[in-house]
């Protein structure tokens, strides 16, 4: 069971033994008193001990409510089985973009298999599939794909956040894939009537009706065009600090665009670009990523990444 819910189900235990000694003294049933003060100090060394052991591998839990859901008797397989789906695919492709920086417009996505999560549980007192990570070897510190799982939580929180500047934000950090990803899930939860508590880590997220509904029509209007641009010409600063640049682009008078520099060209070239003294403050042909972000209710955003040098040219 993961760690959250079972220091939840634990403290669940402790307040009803609580209540169970509130009810009797020691005078009145020494022998009940003692046994359920010797129960309540189990259950402290217990809930000690998780909170104490290390978080280092991922796991999640999905509790669905609404229509698909009959009480606490079970869930539509139809549905369930596709919201775990679309889930594992938002999980996967966040995995991808943060090892790889970015996957391409289509095709399989890379490194799936590293992202692959299992459904392990069935969450204790309602409808909830616990997925945990697949990987079975033994590890001292936090799993990429655990770090992941944070993220895409937060990414699903921003979303459906009622102030929409959130959303705004998380649109910068992400690629027309995973948007399409985000709204297929949120379609799905909204088609079926159903509703949603996220429970990762210390996160533990409701996502009622409104929310769900504000996610998707957000997603669905939302729009991530990118394209690359080889034909720059100008000249180039670089705050490596920030993984950022200032590109003034050939002209009269010459136009300045800003941006980030992209995680591969960075983890590859950017220490050795700022040690070099013929490349900072240079005249240069780039490849520029030009992404163009569309809003409810907004003009496009361009924003721009630089991809790589091309040709000195002075």
Do not use: C
């Amino acid at each position: 069971m993961m760690r959250k819910l079972e220091l939840d189900a634990l403290r669940a235990d402790v307040t009803s033994v609580n209540r169970l000694l509130r009810s009797r003294t020691q005078e009145i049933d020494p022998i009940g008193f003692l046994q359920f003060s010797r129960r309540r100090e189990q259950l402290q060394e217990k809930i000690d001990e998780l909170q104490n052991a290390p978080f280092l591998k991922g796991s999640v839990a999905l509790f669905f409510a609404g229509e698909p859901v009959s009480g606490s008797r079970g869930i539509r397989a139809d549905f369930a089985g596709k919201a775990v789906e679309i889930f594992q695919d938002v999980v996967s492709k966040q995995f991808a973009a943060v090892e790889l920086g970015e996957m391409g417009e289509r095709g399989p996505i890379p490194m799936k298999a590293n992202s692959d999560l299992l459904l392990t549980d069935v969450a204790r007192g309602s409808v909830g599939l616990v997925l945990e990570e697949a990987g079975e070897n033994d590890t001292i510190a936090r799993t990429p794909l655990s770090i992941v799982l944070d993220r895409v939580v937060e990414m699903l929180a921003q979303t459906a956040r009622p102030e929409r500047a959130a959303f705004d934000e998380l649109l910068e950090h992400i690629d027309q894939r995973q948007l399409v990803s985000l709204r297929n899930f949120f379609q799905h939860l909204d088609d079926a009537h159903a509703t949603l508590r996220l429970v990762e880590g210390e996160s533990d997220i409701i996502f009622d009706s409104a929310a769900i509904q504000r996610a998707r029509t957000r997603t669905s209007v939302a729009r991530i065009d990118e394209r690359e641009d080889d034909q720059m010409n100008g000249r180039l600063y670089l705050l490596p600090g920030h993984r950022r640049f200032e590109l003034h682009i050939d002209g009269d008078p010459p136009t300045e665009i800003f941006g980030s520099v992209s995680r591969e060209f960075a983890r590859e070239h950017l220490q050795a670009m700022q040690a070099a003294s013929d490349v900072v403050g240079k005249r240069w042909r780039v490849k520029i990523l030009i992404r163009s972000i569309q809003r409810q209710n907004g003009e496009p955003r361009i924003s721009y990444s630089l991809k790589g040098l091309i040709q000195r040219l002075d």
